[in-house]
């Protein structure tokens, strides 16, 4: 335990006097994530829309015939407005339109008539221009007289804020790279410094040793974390929580641990810092891409959305949105937090493996 407590702070130490790696963690947990909060806007694509037809098949079909591909997937029919609210919640619908039924007769005889729209709002440009896309829809359809009444109802983001959705996306994009490649650095330095074979000679458990550096730099990530999150996300974007705080906090140690495994994995294959960096970034943007931040899920390739399942970064994210915005309790949080879990201990195995035989 003593060795343990040495070896830990030794690396919390070399890591507070690097003077410029502690302004650049700084920079990235509260400016990058500041600047991609307030300056990213997303075109939708391949967005998502169900519907619930209590109208007939006639009008309402006519009316969703407009929306096309690529911006938007066809339409997909729904028997209650509870199964489509259950799809947006599980995110497979971004967009749901409900046609009451008396739509069509109304409409037809110039009486007042509205469409219901619930919106996942957590999406929030994909959402907002699709309902100017539809509000144009029915305008060109009706030569711009239209006795209609939007009833719109945004789910999780009521105001479409997207500082809200971007500034937790890049936080989660920050914590990936940070993690993949302070984990590596830590065991690389060794190398590059000549004091690896040093290291070897001390009477100390090389288990002990590897776990002491993992977890003093995701205790520099952990700290990033509540910086970020308490400055940026609450103080300046004033995002609102409706989850527990905590239970994003245990999540986010989770994943930590999940990319630490990879991570070892970089460290046992790279020479310098140099390959490090290079090595990261591969491995960084296929995790991005699959994770479905930025581009949902349903709408990529059948076998990229089978891939996505050995993400840790999708359940990182989907666990993050539905604490942050839908209040997800922790029994329905229990899926992302297995998933996680699970990819944590295998990624970490191997990753331990991996530089464990350089001891």
């Known amino acids: 335990m003593k060795a343990f407590k040495a070896i830990f702070l030794k690396e919390i130490l070399t890591f507070l006097?690097?003077?410029?790696?502690?302004?650049?963690?700084?920079?990235?947990?509260?400016?990058?994530?500041?600047?991609?909060?307030?300056?990213?806007?997303?075109?939708?694509?391949?967005?998502?829309?169900?519907?619930?037809?209590?109208?007939?098949?006639?009008?309402?079909?006519?009316?969703?015939?407009?929306?096309?591909?690529?911006?938007?997937?066809?339409?997909?029919?729904?028997?209650?407005?509870?199964?489509?609210?259950?799809?947006?919640f599980d995110k497979k619908i971004m967009v749901g339109l409900i046609f009451d039924s008396d739509f069509t007769k109304n409409l037809y005889k110039n009486r007042s008539t509205r469409i219901n729209v619930l919106v996942d709002a957590t999406a929030s440009a994909q959402a907002q221009v699709t309902l100017i896309y539809l509000n144009q829809i029915l305008s060109r359809m009706f030569d711009g007289k239209m006795p209609l009444e939007f009833r719109i109802h945004k789910?999780?983001?009521?105001?479409?804020?997207?500082?809200?959705?971007?500034?937790?996306?890049?936080?989660?994009?920050?914590?990936?790279?940070?993690?993949?490649?302070?984990?590596?650095?830590?065991?690389?330095?060794?190398?590059?410094?000549?004091?690896?074979?040093?290291?070897?000679?001390?009477?100390?458990?090389?288990?002990?040793?590897?776990?002491?550096?993992?977890?003093?730099?995701?205790?520099?990530?952990?700290?990033?974390i509540f910086i970020s999150v308490g400055i940026v996300v609450f103080g300046v974007f004033n995002t609102p929580i409706n989850g527990s705080l905590w239970l994003f906090f245990v999540l986010?140690?989770?994943?930590?641990?999940?990319?630490?495994?990879?991570?070892?994995?970089?460290a046992a294959f790279s020479k310098s810092v140099m390959q490090v960096a290079q090595i990261s970034m591969l491995v960084m943007l296929p995790l991005l891409f699959l994770s479905g931040a930025w581009t949902p899920i349903n709408s990529m390739a059948p076998f990229l959305q089978k891939m996505t399942l050995l993400s840790p970064v999708r359940y990182y994210i989907q666990g993050s949105q539905a604490i942050f915005f839908k209040g997800t309790g922790f029994v329905d949080l229990l899926p992302y937090f297995a998933a996680e879990t699970v990819i944590a201990i295998v990624l970490f195995y191997i990753g331990f493996r991996k530089i464990g035989r350089l001891f």
Do not use: C
């Open 155 to 224: 789910l999780f983001n009521q105001n479409s804020t997207s500082t809200w959705f971007m500034s937790i996306t890049m936080l989660i994009n920050v914590i990936t790279m940070l993690i993949l490649v302070l984990v590596s650095i830590v065991f690389v330095k060794e190398k590059e410094r000549g004091t690896w074979d040093i290291m070897l000679l001390m009477p100390v458990d090389g288990r002990v040793i590897i776990f002491a550096k993992v977890l003093s730099q995701i205790v520099v990530i952990m700290t990033g």
């Open 252 to 266: 986010s140690f989770i994943f930590s641990f999940a990319l630490s495994g990879i991570a070892l994995v970089i």
């Open 17 to 88: 006097r690097n003077v410029g790696l502690v302004f650049f963690i700084i920079y990235a947990f509260t400016l990058e994530v500041y600047m991609a909060g307030n300056g990213i806007k997303i075109k939708p694509k391949h967005v998502s829309i169900g519907y619930v037809n209590y109208a007939g098949k006639k009008l309402p079909n006519e009316i969703l015939s407009h929306f096309h591909y690529p911006e938007f997937e066809k339409p997909k029919e729904f028997l209650s407005e509870k199964a489509l609210k259950k799809a947006i």
